[in-house]
């Protein structure tokens, strides 16, 4: 059934049109081109129109001949518009005509990376002419390292790899940044508050780093949904960037639908979920073949929806297997088969948490389901995008739940199409941020009286504290790190430490295999022994938790509830020394280890608790 035979059956069923508080429909827009930048290497023109791409829309062009121009860009266009180009043309004719050039991405997830190594590795196999690209992060193998920072022309990392594994190690790379000419930062818009400012300190830290090595990148920014990227890529990079803003990709008419769920109790205020009410919808979309994905809120919430939709879907005749669960916890070989059989149009639905609001390639998505305001505008419409990648019409529906803010949303929409999407603020120049990244600058190269690390009368001032604690030493006119430790292996940018694996006896094989991962934060609340854990739709006892060796320990039961923890608390931990039997604080964040650990849970029914 076409989209839009279900959006007239949803005008004409009164129980869900009275519960609609705005439908906003967006005229489809044509594409606006232009012609390719002059000088672009005949390569590049062969293979794109390999593709089939004959002309760039113009904010692409604009973008390409700007960074060619050696201006620093920041491209700010909807989900799908085509912004890899907008680096990739740039980074790719540079690295064509100068075989000494070099480029370094960074992305804020793994799975963007993976992304767009993919698309680089098209790309490599089309040119040839030893276009190389390779991801460094904390995944890759120590056995492969080597080889590529010695060989690769291209490599694909994220901020917290460059704090930690390649800035403090820059003597090793001093070949790459001799030759390096970009840097793409994608994704801006998360790179704000406190992760942000740190970001900012590590991009002074590069340029830094660069420079003495003879590198001097331009930096190519983009985003989908932000209100003021020009600030926040100037207070990024710290110099003048072109803003680039029209967008010239087509798009098909795009309807967005606020739905408050009914009243169950109004004296209450108590409404019916937004879990069941997505259900319904998903028994609508699902069978007439509209490809759709569901956004919830929290992990928990993704596993219930996603086995209310293969249950019901499987009862109407579907394959309960094409409707999948995406969140932080599946293992990375899992989430790129679910991304690869949603391009492919062979997973029917998804349901995700926020891990699928940035730009992984999902290829054309007919419809989005958000249960629950996501918390910003800019989030909204990022999720919102992820449909209608198309020129046919698609559907977006953000229902709301029962919390203040969801109501005040779904009551007010002019406050939300009115308005433009939230700003991006950092300040990496408090002072605490900022004496943390001077000690690894410090450390990676010495400072020279008068030099400027971000504020300069802070610069002076935090290094002669930096003195007085005996970590720096100035002399002849320069600063010298003389600290013992390794200072960016303190500093973590997100506060997150190694994950929990999770693992379940395979009894079949007779072995142990690995079923997903939680960070630590989390774990305690969703893995602590007797907890029901849910994968995929499926239900886990927890039988252990080691939280020294990072495991926990599941097998798989049918049951008909899941659990939910009542408090977690924070603990302190003490080692005890096996001579003196001195209780010592065990270092781990900061100065001591501190642990979580759930205080009591409760079992809910998996249908009643949301009715």
């Known amino acids: 059934m076409p989209l839009s035979d279900i959006l007239d059956d949803l005008q004409r069923d009164p129980r869900f049109y009275r519960q609609v508080t705005a439908w906003e429909r967006l005229p489809a827009a044509a594409p606006r081109y232009a012609p390719f930048p002059a000088g672009l290497d005949p390569r590049l023109i062969a293979a794109l129109r390999r593709r089939g791409i004959e002309r760039l829309y113009c904010h692409q062009a604009e973008a390409a001949a700007a960074a060619l121009a050696g201006q620093h860009v920041v491209v700010v266009t909807p989900t799908a518009s085509g912004k890899t180009l907008c680096y990739n043309l740039p980074v790719l004719q540079t690295l064509l005509r100068d075989h000494q050039a070099r480029a370094l991405y960074l992305f804020p997830t793994k799975a963007l990376t993976q992304d767009q190594l993919v698309e680089l590795q098209a790309w490599a196999e089309a040119l040839g002419d030893g276009v190389t690209a390779a991801v460094y992060d904390g995944d890759t193998p120590q056995a492969h390292r080597k080889r590529i920072r010695e060989g690769s022309r291209l490599v694909l990392s994220n901020p917290d790899m460059l704090h930690t594994g390649i800035l403090p190690q820059h003597a090793h790379w ?85 739905y408050n769920p009914p009243l169950l109790d109004a004296e209450a205020g108590l409404r019916r979920s937004s879990l069941l009410e997505a259900l319904d919808l998903g028994e609508r979309l699902l069978p007439a073949g509209v490809q759709t994905l569901f956004f919830a809120r929290s992990r928990l919430r993704v596993e219930l929806l996603l086995s209310y939709l293969r249950e019901a879907y499987g009862r109407r005749g579907g394959d309960p297997a094409l409707v999948r669960g995406y969140r932080g916890g599946y293992l990375p070989a899992e989430r790129r088969a679910i991304e690869a059989g949603l391009r492919r149009g062979e997973v029917r639905a998804v349901v995700a948490t926020n891990a699928l609001e940035l730009g992984i390639d999902i290829g054309s998505l007919d419809a989005v389901v958000i249960t629950g305001f996501p918390g910003t505008i800019a989030a909204t419409w990022q999720q919102a995008g992820r449909a209608g990648r198309r020129r046919e019409s698609s559907l977006a529906v ?27 603020l950092i300040n ?50 320069r600063w010298f790190w003389v600290g013992g430790a390794f200072p960016a292996r303190e500093v973590n940018l997100r506060a997150v430490g190694d994950p929990v694996i999770i693992l379940r006896r395979d009894e079949a094989a007779d072995e142990v295999v690995t079923i997903g991962q939680l960070e630590r934060e989390a774990a305690p609340a969703l893995l602590h022994e007797g907890a029901i854990y849910l994968h995929e739709g499926q239900t886990y006892f927890v039988e252990r938790l080691d939280w020294q060796a990072g495991q ?60």
Do not use: M
């Open 552 to 611: 926990a320990y599941v097998r798989p039961v049918e049951v008909d509830y899941y659990t939910e923890a009542l408090g977690v608390t924070a603990i302190r931990v003490l080692a005890v020394h096996e001579q003196t039997q001195e209780a010592t604080w065990v270092h781990g964040y900061g100065d001591v280890e501190v642990r979580r650990q759930v205080t009591g849970y409760r079992q809910v029914r998996r249908r009643t608790h949301e009715t």
């Open 398 to 424: 953000l229902i709301a739940g029962a919390d203040a803010l969801d109501q005040y949303i779904v009551r007010h929409p002019d406050f939300f199409f009115g308005r433009s999407p939230e700003h991006a």
């Open 174 to 258: 001093a070949g790459f940044f001799r030759g390096l000419r970009y840097v793409v930062l994608d994704e801006i818009h998360t790179y704000r508050g406190v992760f942000g400012s740190h970001v900012a300190n590590v991009l002074r830290r590069l340029r830094r780093v660069a420079r003495f090595h003879g590198g001097e990148p331009v930096f190519i920014l983009t985003s989908a949904t932000i209100a003021n990227p020009q600030e926040h890529a100037e207070r990024l990079i710290e110099a003048p960037v072109r803003p680039i803003t029209e967008n010239g990709a087509p798009s098909g008419e795009r309807h967005f639908i606020f």
């Open 428 to 477: 990496p120049d408090n002072p605490v941020i900022l004496v943390q990244h001077l000690r690894c600058a410090a450390f990676e190269l010495p400072f020279w009286d008068g030099e400027r690390f971000g504020n300069a009368a802070l610069t002076d001032d935090l290094l002669a504290f930096l003195v007085a604690e005996g970590e720096v030493l100035r002399s002849g006119g």
